[in-house]
């Protein structure tokens, strides 16, 4: 396999042929364990900016976030670019898709145009696996824990870092980053999780929002009366972080219905909880230095209040 230039957020990408990528991949249809979705199939040929290299990565799903890094620091990012759960029976998690940088090809001069797909993706397509069991998926999160080992504490340390100079961010960044994850962790020890409720089965409730439909944001206090112990709602969990948008109107991006859990493949069921535009995991709150995931925030609708009717179909 030939050498690949190593990228950085900004550099402008292409993604590589479906032969060259099928040149890269085992049996299993992964380079290093992390598999190449039938959902990246699409974006062969085309060309994306590089929006983080991936130092480290949490995953979640069991009760808390777990730091994890590619022990060959060769993943990226890229602006945009989600998958859309369409080979994976519709998962809505739409994760931040992993890139390889050897199934990628850094553009010096913008101004050439894509290189020609010599040969259809169905060959590739061939070598993809969407399940590894019968109630199981396979895809990157599923595969996470195998591609991206646990990182030790020193190394979460030094991987802070590594994200200066990869460029994900900048030393004063990743200083507030550390503060931030330090307040938290020494106020849980001290006061508990933030927010905590005091029911032992939490309530439920369903707005029937859609898409596009404008909501209030409880305020703690209300939503704090949701929550168990843990503060979790039926298992999930609500961040410190998204306290920031208590009292404030949003609007719904989708509603989130099934999703498949890092590390495990299985396919979970949830009601009554979607995204709101543009909240995303606050990260640094719970993982020393943060990550480049990008993932979402989930939101119960209990949390929620109708600001508006659901937009026309």
């Not at 990565?57 to 590619?70: E, K, L, N």
């Not at 913008?110 to 969407?130: D, G, H, I, Y």
């Not at 106020?187 to 404008?214: H, I, W």
Request: proline share 6%; charged share 25%.
């Amino acid at each position: 396999m030939t050498a690949t230039a190593r990228l950085y957020p900004g550099d402008i990408v292409e993604v590589k042929a479906p032969e060259e990528i099928l040149d890269t991949l085992d049996a299993e249809g992964t380079l290093a364990k992390l598999p190449f979705m039938a959902e990246m199939l699409e974006l062969c040929g085309k060309r994306f900016r590089v929006f983080r290299r991936v130092v480290k990565t949490c995953t979640s799903g069991s009760g808390s976030s777990t730091i994890r890094a590619f022990p060959d620091d060769d993943v990226v990012v890229l602006e945009g670019i989600r998958c859309t759960g369409a080979d994976h029976d519709g998962c809505q998690k739409a994760c931040m898709i992993f890139w390889r940088e050897a199934w990628l090809r850094k553009v010096t001069d913008v101004s050439t145009p894509p290189s020609p797909l010599v040969l259809s993706v169905e060959s590739l397509r061939a070598r993809l696996k969407t399940k590894s069991g019968p109630n199981t998926y396979f895809c990157q999160a599923s595969e996470l824990s195998r591609a991206a080992p646990q990182l030790s504490r020193p190394q979460r340390f030094t991987k802070c870092f590594s994200e200066i100079a990869a460029k994900n961010c900048t030393p004063l960044q990743m200083l507030q980053r550390i503060s931030i994850w330090t307040f938290w962790r020494v106020r849980r020890a001290f006061l508990g999780p933030f927010g905590r409720g005091t029911n032992k089965t939490t309530p439920a409730k369903s707005l029937n929002l859609e898409p596009g439909q404008l909501v209030k944001v409880k305020s703690m206090e209300e939503i704090s009366q949701t929550l168990d112990e843990k503060s979790s709602n039926r298992g999930l969990w609500f961040s410190p972080d998204m306290r920031l948008i208590c009292g404030t109107e949003q609007r719904v991006q989708r509603k989130v219905n099934k999703l498949i859990v890092d590390c495990t493949g299985e396919m979970r069921q949830l009601r009554n909880t979607v995204y709101l535009e543009g909240s995303m995991c606050g990260c640094a709150h719970v993982a020393f230095g943060g990550c480049s995931r990008g993932e979402f925030a989930y939101w119960r609708e209990i949390w929620l209040k109708s600001n508006s009717t659901p937009p026309p179909a």
